[in-house]
């Protein structure tokens, strides 16, 4: 079936520092692919998207490639800040559920 | 984007007791809802899918009679959470599905649960 796998964390990174969290994905068909950050307290909220191989979504300074000849969808930002604290969660289509990682925490210290 | 409400917050029982919880969309219609139960190292758990008009689909392992869920309308889900008991305390999160297949989900604020 179809699943989600992304990196455990904490990630801890000093403010400005760059971010990588990795996340693959096992599918069947062509799942729209999804990065949701959940800050502290609150419910997840849609950071970028992805519909297509090869689309990079992007939003707020972060990335991701939809990589279908690796199956992968990492988010990236070159200089993260002490406000982007928060968990965040990979996600693939199902396509009418969302399937997710298990969710990477990120703590940025200034 | 589609606003999903979800209420309480935060709630605080005695065990024994049921507690209710709502999902509401609020300005789109949402014939399905999805409830997930966020543990405390963070993953998110579907718990069941809530069928407007039809019996809610539950995930294996997840107690019907224990957690109640009805979609009275269009625009509305509740999670009833019955006897509770602190093992129960936990983050609830609702969601909607986007209006086309494979599209984003737009999710509840949550609710915290303790029970004591």
């Known amino acids: 079936g179809n699943s989600v796998t992304q990196m455990e964390g904490p990630v801890t990174l000093s403010e400005e520092a760059f971010l990588t969290i990795n996340c693959t994905y096992t599918?069947?068909?062509?799942?729209?692919l999804f990065w949701y950050v959940q800050y502290p307290g609150e419910g997840l909220q849609l950071l970028l998207k992805?519909?297509?191989?090869?689309d990079k979504g992007s939003n707020k300074g972060f990335e991701a490639t939809y990589r279908k000849e690796t199956t992968s969808f990492h988010l990236e930002k070159g200089s993260v800040q002490v406000s982007d604290s928060a968990v965040y969660f990979c996600?693939?289509?199902?396509?009418?559920?969302?399937?997710f990682g298990t969710g990477t925490r990120l703590q940025v210290f200034p | 984007g589609a606003v999903v409400s979800q209420h309480p917050s935060w709630v605080i029982c005695k065990s024994g007791t049921s507690v209710k919880i709502e999902c509401r969309s609020l300005?789109?219609?949402?014939?399905?809802m999805f409830w997930y139960r966020q543990f405390p190292k963070q993953s998110l758990m579907l718990m069941a899918t809530?069928?407007?008009?039809?019996?809610?689909?539950?995930e294996q392992g997840v107690e019907k009679d224990k957690f109640l869920i009805n979609h009275a309308s269009l625009t509305l889900s509740t999670l009833t959470v019955t006897s509770a008991h602190p093992e129960d305390s936990s983050f609830y999160i609702c969601?909607?599905?986007?209006?086309?297949?494979?599209?984003?989900?737009?999710f509840g604020q949550g609710t915290r649960l303790t029970v004591v």
């Open positions: 969601s909607a599905p986007g209006q086309a297949l494979n599209t984003e989900a737009f």
């Open positions: 599918a069947t068909g062509y799942p729209s």
């Open positions: 992805a519909t297509k191989a090869d």
């Open positions: 996600a693939l289509s199902s396509p009418d559920k969302l399937i």
């Open positions: 300005d789109f219609q949402a014939t399905t």
């Open positions: 809530s069928n407007e008009g039809s019996k809610a689909t539950y």
